[in-house]
């Protein structure tokens, strides 16, 4: 509500995923996160599946490391872009 009476774009993100992590996510919870963004009509910029190298992850295969988040950054401010 807060949102749509300031006139706010408000996106959901989903961020990028090393493919092993991803692979481990428990089908239900996938389709919990589907089934929220539809009810709620929430726009979301999907990276979960962005094409990124292993080596721009940390460890844990959920979090980016400075030249994983400086390439997503970049492509985000892309589309940002083209959303204005």
Known sequence: MFCKTKNIKLFLLNTPLHSIYRSGIPVQYQNELIRF???NQVQTIDLSKFDLPSTSFQPDGDHLNSSGAKKISLYI????LITK
């Open 37 to 39: 963004l539809k009810t």
């Open 77 to 80: 401010d892309s589309l940002l």
